[in-house]
């Protein structure tokens, strides 16, 4: 495997199930984010982890819980959702959060498609 | 937060050339990134700029103007495949060095 993989690419829950979200990269970096996608918006930055600490929590319901064990794999643990939740939910990760100054640009994942009914 | 704002659609044909505008307005400049995204898949990086000019890669060129607060996107020798969503990102370092993005201009290419 290369790049940034999402498992799985396709969810759908009702609002009372518990799934998780699982991303890993194989690039070596050391930050990572969880990004939300819906139609016609900008991506919104969930959570960022940089060196396995959260670093941001972007005002997120606590319905979204990460996890992040380890400097490759990210999870998005997911309970009680509601319908505006769906959405493509996008892993990226970078060598580091910016700090460096340098151009480190972000490599996705193909993202998870998930549908709360 | 910063304001990023870029056209929601435009087309051209194929073999044409496609200029995409993005101006954003940010306290901590510290890059601005394009990505391109077919549908239903992952955005992929373009291109990078961090000091005033033009930064050309094979039929995709990006220019940056920090005092206005502009980028374009140029898009040369249009293909079919580069049917997709453009998005422009900026990064702030007075916002922790997060990457704010515009929604995305849809670009389709018609024979």
């Known amino acids: 495997e290369t790049g940034v993989t999402q498992t799985p690419r396709h969810l759908v829950m009702g609002m009372t199930n518990k799934k998780s979200l699982k991303c890993e990269q194989h690039?070596?970096?050391?930050?990572m984010y969880w990004y939300k996608q819906s139609a016609k918006k900008p991506l919104e930055l969930m959570f960022v982890?940089?060196?396995?600490?959260?670093?941001e929590n972007n005002s997120v319901p606590s319905r979204f819980s990460p996890e992040c064990p380890n400097s490759s794999h990210l999870f998005l643990h997911l309970h009680t959702l509601q319908p505006e939740d769906s959405a493509l939910y996008l892993c990226a990760s970078s060598q580091d959060k910016g700090t460096s100054g340098r151009g480190y640009e972000q490599y996705f994942g193909p993202g998870t498609r998930l549908t709360v009914t | 937060g910063q304001n990023i704002d870029q056209p929601t659609e435009m087309t051209a044909t194929e073999g044409a050339i496609v200029q995409i505008n993005c101006t954003y307005q940010t306290s901590g400049f510290n890059g601005l990134f394009w990505y391109q995204q077919h549908a239903g898949e992952a955005p992929t990086f373009l291109s990078y700029n961090v000091l005033d000019g033009l930064e050309e890669k094979g039929r995709f060129s990006s220019f940056l103007s920090r005092s206005k607060g502009y980028s374009y996107l140029l898009l040369k020798e249009l293909q079919m495949k580069d049917s997709a969503s453009y998005l422009c990102a900026v990064r702030d370092w007075s916002n922790d060095y997060k990457l704010s993005f515009g929604a995305g201009t849809t670009v389709t290419v018609r024979a």
């Open positions: 690039l070596g970096h050391n930050a």
């Open positions: 982890y940089n060196f396995k600490e959260q670093t």
